[in-house]
């Protein structure tokens, strides 16, 4: 090693590992690494597919001392010489993590390796190992020891390997892990059994380890001014005569020994360039290079056949050979193309519009907003007696025996089912499989119960989640936070009906709301804060109410059960908001139960309440007063009660325009305030879910509301 000192805060830790960026960063270097699953079948594609969670879970499981790696699954390679080269394959999750400790470690290692080890390195090639060769054969160095250690990934050592790492890395918890990895068990044809010593192959970790191993023997050649030349566990020494040649040999032995390492014999010893020799691939013959007639041992064939040129730039070397995986080598070799062992997803079929239009549901929008991929597509069941199954990877939708609409089920995130649909053991199954969340709700939006697959929550998020709701500060000074939001979108929104209308009345109420912003920043106390919140409700709405005509019959908020057609709209409007809010928390692994600003009761997910009061305003009551104001309905759309308890009902054709017309403004495409980024609404809920789970973790200071403007 180089000996370079380094502040002991320089030195990388478990955090630095686990933070979001370099766990982000890990994924997207093993989903492009590529691989097959391990023991627990499964694979990229489903990884990703709660990506989010899936990540945080991880850290999780590492932060609170839960992790264990899974057993490794050994697999068998061809390799083009005919013999097998086996594979330990770590699982996905595992692959991550390993990935995420590498590059964390990576700089500190690389400070200490020599410049004559070239694999595995970035910025180090093969390409350039043969050009050492040839530029020192040309310095006089004509003597090689031509060295091939036995087994070398199958032999380290691992009471050295760590003795190495402890000299190195500070921080205890990576040692541990590096540890388990090392010790980690193998699933082997139906047996398992515990590595006692050895880098398994196919570990994104092992280069990285391999290289810290031999970087003692690249110290001690290099100290005794031999010129080494090392390609992981291959390497040549190059020297004046043969007598130095049979120095370096020896020497090389007994470094190795001190390694528990050994030569090759039948691979291994002292040749020159008039004799010729083999390394990486490449035949080098008094001064020619040429590839070889023989499979090389660990890389593919680097050159074309005939005799080439000394120069290195006429080498025709295959880009970025050096830094394959062991995964991606083992596959190559074998001729194993990415799709034959990796479940992909199945190819997407032109999307159209926003969210799933199917049968009676939502006309299709020519705004801007249906022109791209939205968030959340919802595949909304509005007719009674429909029936929703499935065919093959499709969701389709039969009404009176003859299929109506088929939808490809990878277009569809979540199920909205409204009044006597029935739905197909099949369809059931697969959207349990796929985490699609199917809600039951009545022919007008009153909430049944929600099928959804409860598996692989991330329990350790769910307890900080707990420990937060126990905490009145913090409940108190997030539900304020929420508030602010709720009311200042609610002022934007008064704001923009009364710059088109001569309504006093809406700037009044505007202003009353900025004295109640102010007034939330001061109580102490939760009940203080809802009260609040109530009476600027009272104002705002009573605002509304003296804007529309009296055909509408609004005087202000009532609900449970609404009684005039604007609130049937609202109470509708918010309860598809309301799911929508919980999809979305479910998605990112947020118990939805666990509310800050609403009280935890049975049965009621209240941190979606608490989540979609800032965008009530923004959303739902823009979509309905604009409906009103404009008359896109009229009262004459809507069932009125008929008698004391009864609620005001939206007719079929009201509900199927009004759903048409909140799913585009869902849809809608708006610059965030606080990045600046253009997303639709939805991943503006999204955003300030992520943004609510990473305070409820700390680490996050404070909850930003998101202020529209």
Known sequence: MNGINKSINAMPTIADALSALNLYSAWLKTAENQGCAGVDGETLAMFSERLQVNLDTLADEVRYGLYHPKPLLRVAMPKPDGSKRSLSIPCVRDRVLQTAVCLVLTPLFEAEFEDASFAYRSGRSVEQAVAR????????????????????????????LMQQIQGLVVDADIRRLIGAWLTADVFDNGQYFTLAKGLPQGSPLSPLLA?????????????????????????????????????????????????????????????????????????????????????????????????????????????????????QQAFLEAGIK??????????????????????????TSESEASRYDP????????????????????????????????????????????????????????????????FLLSGQGRYFGVIDSFDTEPVLLHRQQFLRAADNPFCLELSAAIL??????????????????????????????????????????????????????????????????????????????????????????????????????????????????????????????????EFRAIIVDAVVFNIALNHKLEPTDFIMPQQPGDACLLNPEARKLFVGLLEAKFNTRVKHPANGLEMDYRRCIQHQIDHLAAVVRGNTAAYRPVLFR
């Open 375 to 438: 968030k959340l597509k919802t595949l909304y069941l509005l007719k009674h007696g429909a029936v929703l199954g499935k065919h093959s990877e499709r969701f389709v939708i039969h009404y009176q025996d003859e299929e109506q609409h088929a939808v490809p089920a990878i277009h569809v995130d979540q199920i909205m089912v409204f009044g006597n649909v029935q739905i197909s053991t099949q369809a059931m199954q697969y959207s349990l499989q796929k985490r699609i969340p199917i």
């Open 338 to 363: 990415p799709g034959q062992f990796i479940n992909t997803q199945p190819a997407q079929e032109p999307f159209e519009s926003q969210p799933t239009d199917v049968f009676d549901a939502v006309a």
């Open 484 to 613: 602010h939001g709720k009311l200042h979108n609610s002022r934007v929104l008064l704001q923009r009906f009364a710059r088109h209308r001569e309504a006093p009345i809406l700037k009044t109420a505007a202003g009353q709301l900025t004295g109640a912003i102010d007034s939330i920043g001061k109580v102490e106390q939760l009940e203080q804060l809802r009260g609040y919140e109530g009476s600027a409700a009272r104002q705002y709405f009573q605002a509304f109410a003296r804007v529309l005509d009296a055909d509408w019959q609004f005087n202000g908020r009532n609900k449970n059960p609404p009684v005039d057609p604007v609130n049937a709209m609202l109470s509708f409007g918010y309860t598809l908001l309301y799911y929508n809010v919980y999809s979305l928390l479910r998605a990112r692994g947020l118990n939805p139960h666990v509310g800050y600003l609403h009280p935890l009761r049975p049965g009621h997910p209240a941190l979606a309440s608490d989540m979609m009061e």
């Open 211 to 327: 290289n810290l191993y031999l970087d003692r023997l690249d110290e001690v050649l290099l100290e005794h001014d031999y010129r080494l030349i090392r390609y992981a566990d291959d390497f040549v020494v190059l020297c004046c005569n043969e007598q130095q040649a049979q120095q370096a040999l020896q020497l090389t032995e007994e470094v190795l020994a001190e390694l528990r390492l050994c030569f090759h014999g039948k691979k291994t010893g002292i040749t020159n360039f008039n004799r010729g020799f083999r390394f990486l691939g490449v035949e080098f013959i008094r001064s020619l290079v040429f590839k070889s007639q023989y499979p090389p041992d660990s890389v593919p064939l680097l050159v074309d056949p005939q005799t080439v040129d000394s120069d290195p730039e006429s080498l025709a070397i295959t880009p970025n050979v050096d830094i394959l995986s062991s995964m």
């Open 133 to 160: 060769i040839e530029a020192l054969r040309d310095q006089g160095y004509q003597w090689v020891v031509d060295a091939d250690i036995r087994t070398f990934f199958d032999q380290v050592d691992h009471a050295v």
